[in-house]
């Protein structure tokens, strides 16, 4: 269990933040949460674990993908149960042209992630779990995407800006994504997108989100606190790799997406 009080400074007031955000959503002691293994999924984990919820982490993804592979190593470390859901190769095709005719959205990231997210719920179904939470809005937040670094030569106001076109997108995306997950009646909560998390992460100065346009790693306070409270180095510094990308949906939608001469 952590001492929070251990922690300094901006790093106690963020953790503060994200244990009411999560508390403010969670209705029960058992917690799924989608799981990558990487620094947002691994720091919402470890914060649940540490305040006695019984956490069950949810992992899909294509057999040997990435994040199938690391989610387990940090799983182990973490000492929390973990499950997976492996993507079949031949129902997948099925699987994705199902959830983009149900969304008709033009927008690939969309599309990969509704059905990255179809997966965890089909997992989250199997183990009688009918809320899944999610770390999405720390990237957006936190300057944690990739497209940040060409916008921090052009000033706050512009990194700004983007920010709150990637928040907008988030918001409107996690509702298509419900819209999928709810075949199997389960919802995906995202704490780190609520109001009041949204307020305290917009007064984060800059400098400790991004610091220049060379900035590989970027999210440096959640980064920060997530090696205070015993994230494993490994995730805690591990560069971001989007789970449409880690899982190998988007390798495998590319694919199939050919034979459905669709152009998004």
Known sequence: MINAASLSGLEKELYDVMVQSLESVKDSKTI??????????????????????????????????????????????????????????????????????????????????????????????????????????IDELFCGYNSYRDFIPEGEEAVIGLMKEKLDNEVRMMKAVNQVTSEFGVQIIQPFLSEKFIEFAKTVPLE????????????????????????????????????????????NFLKVKKTWNMNF
């Open 32 to 137: 799924g949460i989608s799981f990558s293994g990487g620094v947002d999924s691994s720091l919402l984990a470890k914060i649940a674990k540490d305040l006695g919820y019984d956490v069950i982490l949810l992992t899909m993804g294509f057999i040997d993908s990435h994040d199938v592979e690391f989610s387990k190593t940090m799983a182990k470390i973490l000492g929390i149960r973990h499950e997976i859901e492996l993507i079949s190769e031949n129902t997948f095709s099925d699987v994705a042209r199902k959830i983009s005719d149900m969304i008709n959205v033009d927008n690939l990231s969309w599309n990969e992630n509704c059905v990255a997210f179809y997966y965890v719920a089909k997992l989250a179904k199997k183990h009688n779990i009918s809320k899944v939470m999610t770390a999405n809005g």
């Open 208 to 251: 400790h989100k991004i610091k220049d346009k060379d900035d590989l790693m970027r999210k440096h306070i959640v980064r920060k606190l997530a090696l205070s409270i015993g994230v494993p180095e490994e995730s805690a510094l591990k560069q971001k790799k989007a789970m449409q990308y880690g899982s190998l949906i988007h390798k």
